[in-house]
């Protein structure tokens, strides 16, 4: 036994009851700091993350790093309860006991959980911020934190992150349009689904009108998982499109935002152009002009007509 009254070995299955009656701390909670004992229980269960589109946790590449997606279901994540104590185990003399679903207890309708190992919080980058979907399905920021494994540790192939660990530097590359898989958090749901097919066709109709490949760029900025993929890009002409399937203002402002976002990590830095499926008004038009972004869209008899903002004239 351990002097921090720990004494079950790595790799066991345990229930949260048996759990709760031995080493103290609640039932239920993802994060349940103890009592009892010196001890901050961590239960990761990744179906539970795969039921909102996604799955942050489990083990890096090189399994030097556990992610584990912090508590709170509504809204943006906060540090406080359990994910404070998680952050602050160190200066609290707390030690991580992380444990992974596994099963049923037998008998029982209750999951039961594999003891993983101690763990420590990263201590150069404890953290860093992801973008996922709360219980009532709403864009929101949540907390992974980066968990160390001290001593013996508990491997199995099916507790690996599916989305890994944060680039240290950003990576930007040219890929084939077919190997786009849009991921959009911004308007879950069917609408999104419908946003993201008319954009596709939208594009899809305009390599037709142009007549030559294009192609689109893979982002990964440095400090996060997942990648930007970007919507037309022409090699030819070094131009950087963005498509949306509507032409509102609020459409026009995110693709605004979009397209300064891509553009700081490519070189050569590339002209900007907004795709859209019918001319936009008179002030939107002058507003891209402002921040020097070319607007092209669709016209019904011609194909595509392109206003350019360095002349001012359609």
Known sequence: MTNDGWNTPVGSLMGREERMTR?????????????????????????RGKAFGY?????NEDHTIFLYTGEGRIDDQQMR??????????????????FVADGLIPGTGQKNHRYIGKFEVDRERPYFLEEALDQEKESRTVFVFRLRPLGEVFYRDTDQSSSGDIRLTTEAALVPLEAYVSQTFENPGGRATTAVRRESELCARYVSYIGRNFQRWKIT??????????????????????????TTRDAVRRSVGQLLDYQRHITPKPKL????????????I????????????????TGFSRIEVTTGED
């Open 23 to 47: 080493y103290g701390g609640a039932k239920y909670g993802g994060i349940e700091p103890s009592r009892k004992t010196p001890n901050v229980f961590i239960y990761s269960d990744p179906t």
């Open 55 to 59: 799955n942050f946790d489990g083990w």
């Open 81 to 98: 309860d359990g994910n404070r104590a998680i952050l602050k185990h160190r200066i609290e003399r707390r030690a991580l006991r992380l």
């Open 221 to 246: 900025p440095a400090g996060e998982t997942r990648p930007l993929f970007t919507d037309l890009y022409d090699q030819e002409e070094n131009e950087l499109y963005e498509a949306k399937g509507t």
């Open 273 to 284: 152009a907004l795709l859209l499926p019918h001319r936009p008004s008179d002030d939107l």
């Open 286 to 301: 002058n507003f891209l002009r402002n921040v020097g972004i070319s607007c092209v869209y669709e016209e019904l008899e």
